[in-house]
């Protein structure tokens, strides 16, 4: 049986980012660029129910209440929103599954838009409400059976009903990496393909989530020190009117780690997907990597 080692499929993050410093920069540009468009998509779809959110500091408030409130008079245009998003992700995800499963494709820093990433934005979305649906099951039983029963009963029977779930969720992980390989909705190939490795794809994310949770902390510790540099958040986010050229400094770096600590998310757990898939593909793999017309 064709396998994988999870350690090493797992540092495939870490060498792509060695390897590819000047591609991880552009993209980090990339994500930047894309959230201000979306911002800017949010508050021109959203109006100005969403600005008079903002505004009353709903976000930083955690007034899910009043957020949803405003989605529900906008619902058109957020779902509209949602599709844009998972395209925009997918643009990103397509391009870390480039440079592992068929690097010499051309592309601008390895981001293209076509086929490939209509159809990663399809199975991302499916997996997702899928997600949602899943974890809303298990908090409903969860809920039910702690009323009916007490708190640690119903922690437990959220344990049980959640365990096939997470089961499903290993052995469909593989569907995102293979939809891009072979220019299909892999759906039924992704879950046959990952058949008997559960544990190598489980112990795979598990250390890969490790391996960013480390550099999430690296990246905080520097930002933090970055801001105590500059003189405080409340200096630094000032743009200079406050804390001169020193804090304008400051504050472009740690806008740079900012952008760059969702790319390297992305990068550092997605890339093992794409490993794992090209390693149990085997000899199929190179044929299977040839882009797909639509």
Not at 250 to 257: K, Q, T, Y
Request: some cysteine.
């Amino acid at each position: 049986m064709t396998g994988f080692s999870p350690s090493e499929a797992a540092l495939e993050g870490f060498r792509l980012t060695r390897e590819r410093p000047a591609t991880m920069l552009a993209w980090a540009v990339f994500y930047i660029l894309g959230v201000v468009v979306i911002g800017a998509l949010m508050l021109v779809s959203l109006g100005g129910p969403f600005i008079d959110f903002v505004k009353k500091g709903g976000f930083s408030n955690f007034d899910y209440q009043g957020l949803a409130d405003v989605l529900e008079r906008s619902w058109l245009a957020f779902v509209g929103l949602v599709g844009v998003i998972f395209l925009f992700s997918s643009v990103l995800l397509a391009g870390v599954y480039r440079l592992v499963i068929r690097p010499n494709e051309p592309g601008l820093a390895h981001l293209r838009f076509g086929a490939d990433e209509l159809r990663l934005t399809v199975v991302s979305l499916a997996l997702f409400f899928l997600g949602i649906i899943c974890f809303a099951f298990v908090n409903v039983v969860g809920a039910g059976v702690a009323q009916q029963s007490g708190m640690l009963a119903g922690i437990l029977a959220a344990i049980v009903v959640a365990a096939p779930m997470i089961f499903m969720g290993v052995r469909l992980m593989l569907v995102t990496p293979m939809t891009f390989a072979t220019g299909k909705l892999a759906f039924r190939d992704g879950w046959a393909i990952s058949k008997g490795h559960f544990w190598s794809l489980l112990g795979m994310f598990l250390l890969s989530i490790v391996f960013y949770v480390i550099v999430w902390i690296l990246v905080f510790i520097i930002h933090g020190s970055l801001m105590a540099l500059g003189g405080g958040p409340e200096v630094v986010y000032s743009f200079g009117r406050e804390g001169g050229v020193l804090a304008l400094i400051v504050l472009v770096i740690a806008l740079f780690l900012e952008g760059m600590l969702p790319v390297l998310q992305v990068v550092l757990i997605s890339a093992p997907l794409a490993v794992a898939y090209r390693e149990l593909a085997g000899p199929q793999a190179p044929a299977a990597a040839i882009p797909a017309q639509v």
